[in-house]
């Protein structure tokens, strides 16, 4: 009974995040200039430094490419050679979280934050809506921070050196893209729920494999 009423419960969590993004997407395709999200970005940026410049991009720094490919081929490779090949596989299945938000970019349609709203510490390629980074970040560190949980031959040490930075960047990595000028709010809101619903069907099918060799 207590696995039924679990599931029952992922499922219809599952449910309200694609309804939010659905929503979501659908009040930005036709509203892609918000006031909400102007308000946001200026009170994120109220405060600017050279040094927090750099903390904000350093935040950001493994959602660029080629990092972010790099990174995860690297944290997969460790994984692999830990003797971990399954977790190691799935990791790197993270990766074709890049089609799917070019995807739902290239619907939606929506334009970068621009000089005239916003203070921009750099140029963006690609459309704004969702936020690419913040999908990756919690699709990809979220996942790790599972592993962590569940695999039982990691140090304790390394587990919360992991899930502490994992942990740090999915709360950081919004705020980061924000103050940039790279994204608005909403942006980072819509990657933040794409990435939790596709963070599902990866943790389902891992945890299938699991149960299979088990």
């Given amino acids: 009974m207590p ?12 449910i309200i995040l694609i ?3 659905g929503s979501l997407s659908v009040f930005i395709y036709h509203h892609l200039i918000w006031k909400f999200d102007t308000q946001v970005s200026l009170v994120i940026q ?6 927090l410049d750099k903390v904000m991009v350093g ?5 660029e490419l080629p990092f972010s490919l790099i990174s995860v081929l690297i944290v997969a490779y460790i994984f692999y050679w830990k003797k971990y090949k399954r977790e190691a596989l799935f ?7 890049g089609l799917i938000i070019l995807g739902v970019k290239n619907i939606i349609n929506r334009p970068r934050p621009t000089s005239f709203y916003v203070r921009l510490v750099d140029v963006y390629r690609f459309q704004s809506y969702p936020s690419g980074h913040t999908l990756s ?4 560190f979220g996942f790790l921070i599972i592993l962590m949980f569940h695999l039982k031959g990691i140090p304790k040490t390394t587990k919360w050196i992991v ?3 994992s942990a740090f960047l999915i709360v950081m990595v919004a705020p980061s893209r924000i103050y940039l000028g790279a994204h608005w709010f909403t942006d980072t809101l819509g990657g933040f729920l794409l990435g939790l619903i596709c963070l599902y069907p990866l943790c389902y099918f891992y945890f ?5 060799t088990r």
Avoid at 3 to 14: D, E
Avoid at 91 to 97: A, G, N, P
């Fill in 3 to 14: 696995t039924i009423l679990n599931r029952n419960l992922l499922i219809a969590v599952l």
């Fill in 19 to 21: 309804v939010a993004f």
């Fill in 91 to 97: 990791i790197s299945t993270t990766l074709l979280s």
């Fill in 137 to 140: 970040y919690v699709l990809f």
């Fill in 46 to 51: 109220h405060y600017q430094a050279n040094w």
């Fill in 208 to 212: 299938k494999q699991v149960k299979k």
């Fill in 59 to 63: 935040i950001s720094f493994f959602g």
């Fill in 163 to 165: 899930t502490s930075i």
